[in-house]
C-alpha cells in the first residue's frame, strides 16, 4: 500500500514546546503534504514537499523528507493550545494513471495543553 | 470565494434508502474527489474525476456512485444505503498545476 503512516498515533505536549510527527510510507513519490484537521472540519493544506527536496519550512512549520528511508518529519515549532488538531501526511505517486491522487496516512492527534 | 461547499452537513438514513451528496467548488478546479473519513482509518478515495464528464474509481467505490455533469459540481449518490456506510464524506478538489487540495468541511452520514 502506498498509504502513509504517522507516528505517534497521539502527541501530547505543553503550549511553548515543539512538536514533532513521522510520516513512513512504502512506494516511490512525486511529492509529500501535510494536512491538518479541526475536530469536526475539513481537512487544511499545511506544506507540500516535493521529491527532489530535502526539507521545506513555512512559519513555524518545519518539514523534512527523506526518500531513501521514505520518511517524513513535521515540526510544529513554539506550539500553541490553537495547534491542537490531527495532522496527515498524504503521498503523491510518481507517474502513472494516478492522476494526482493522494494517499493518507491514519494522523496523529497533537493536543497542546496552555 | 467560498472554496468547496458540500451539502448536506449532516443526514440520516435509513437502510436501503437513496441519497445524493452534492459538492460544489468555485476555484475552476479540473480536478474532484469523493473520499471517506473512518475512525482509525484515515480517508479513503471514494471516486474522483479529472474534469466535466469524467470519472473514476478509488479505493472503496462499491455501493457508490458519482457525476460531474459541470465542472463545478461532483455528486455522490448512494443508491441503496447500508449501515457499513455510516461516516463523513469530505469532498476535496485541486487545479492542474497547483497540487494541495482544498477540502469541503464534510457530510456526516448515519445510516440506521
Known amino acids: 500500500s502506498q498509504q502513509g503512516e504517522e507516528d505517534p498515533q497521539a502527541l501530547s505536549i505543553q503550549e511553548g514546546e515543539n512538536a514533532t510527527m513521522n510520516c513512513s510510507y512504502k512506494?516511490?513519490?512525486?511529492?509529500l503534504q501535510w494536512y491538518r484537521q479541526n475536530s469536526g472540519r475539513g481537512l487544511v493544506h499545511l506544506i507540500l514537499i516535493r521529491s527532489n527536496e530535502r526539507e521545506k519550512h513555512s512559519g513555524r512549520l518545519r518539514v523534512t523528507l527523506d526518500t531513501s528511508k521514505k520518511s517524513s518529519s513535521l515540526l510544529i515549532t513554539a506550539s500553541r493550545a490553537a495547534d491542537t488538531a490531527s495532522y496527515f501526511c498524504?503521498?503523491?505517486?510518481?507517474?502513472?494513471?494516478?492522476?494526482?491522487?493522494?494517499?493518507f496516512g491514519r494522523g496523529t492527534q497533537l493536543t497542546v495543553w496552555p | 470565494n467560498a472554496g468547496v461547499t458540500q451539502t448536506p452537513k449532516f443526514r440520516v438514513l435509513k437502510t436501503g434508502q437513496s441519497m445524493t451528496l452534492l459538492c460544489a467548488q468555485d476555484m475552476n478546479h479540473e480536478y474532484m474527489y469523493w473520499y471517506r473519513q473512518d475512525p482509525g482509518m484515515g480517508l479513503r478515495l471514494i471516486h474522483y474525476s479529472v474534469g466535466e464528464g469524467t470519472t473514476a474509481k478509488g479505493e472503496v467505490p462499491d455501493g457508490y456512485n458519482v457525476s460531474r455533469l459541470k465542472k463545478q459540481n461532483f455528486l455522490l449518490g448512494l443508491e441503496s444505503a447500508a449501515p457499513s456506510q455510516t461516516s463523513v464524506y469530505f469532498c476535496?478538489?485541486?487545479?492542474?498545476?497547483?497540487?494541495?487540495?482544498?477540502f469541503g468541511s464534510g457530510t456526516r452520514l448515519t445510516v440506521v
Open positions: 512506494t516511490s513519490i512525486n511529492n
Open positions: 476535496a478538489s485541486r487545479s492542474q498545476s497547483i497540487r494541495g487540495y482544498t
Open positions: 498524504a503521498t503523491s505517486r510518481e507517474g502513472g494513471s494516478t492522476l494526482g491522487r493522494l494517499y
